[in-house]
């Protein structure tokens, strides 16, 4: 019997400097992945049996993988033929995006990881520079997923209050982030 706990070596999936590196990069990016395949794959258990199969498919493959090309791309990539895969299997069910469609969807340039990365570094510089009440606002909306009703009756505001207030937020970060953004494309 082999213990399962033992590290692959040189000759196995999963044993090699560059397969490794490709399963960490995988890993970092999971949450983007994850929100690729809700966005073609409605439906949170679908989506996450393709996760699963997109995890497989990266720990068997990572070889193929060339590193310094766009490794979301080649993830998307991955992902779309995993969708198409489950959606040949779910034939039957009514709510499911053409295969043409997803094959147009497929073809179509990805999101560069690196890009969606800048973003929310951005995103986080900006929040850090929101006063205490504001950024209270958001965790609280945000974080904690209250709604605005919620809100408003915590904080002894009116709705109508919180949504201003939570507008004036968004254009704060907004301009923001797009500074932020337009100052790292110039250095």
Not at 161 to 180: D, E, F, P
């Amino acid at each position: 019997m082999t213990d399962d706990r033992q590290e692959p070596t040189d000759g196995e999936p999963g044993g090699t400097e560059a397969t490794l590196r490709v399963q960490q990069l995988f890993v970092r990016h999971q949450g983007i992945v994850k929100a690729f395949i809700l966005s073609l794959q409605p439906g949170f258990a679908d989506a996450e049996d393709v996760l699963q199969e997109v995890n497989l498919v990266i720990w068997r493959r990572a070889d193929e993988y060339q590193h310094g090309t766009d490794f979301g791309a080649w993830v998307f990539k991955i992902a779309s033929f995993q969708i198409m895969a489950l959606r040949q299997k779910l034939v039957r069910d009514r709510l499911q995006f053409s295969d043409e469609l997803l094959a147009q969807i497929a073809n179509n340039e990805f999101p560069s990881i690196r890009a969606i990365d800048l973003r929310r570094e951005a995103l986080q510089h900006c929040l850090e520079k929101l006063e205490k009440g504001e950024l209270e606002l958001v965790r609280l909306r945000y974080e904690c997923g209250d709604d605005v009703a919620s809100l408003a009756g915590m904080l002894g505001r009116s709705a109508k209050a919180i949504y201003r207030s939570l507008a004036k937020i968004h254009g704060l970060l907004m301009n923001c982030v797009q500074h932020r953004l337009a100052t790292e494309d110039m250095t």
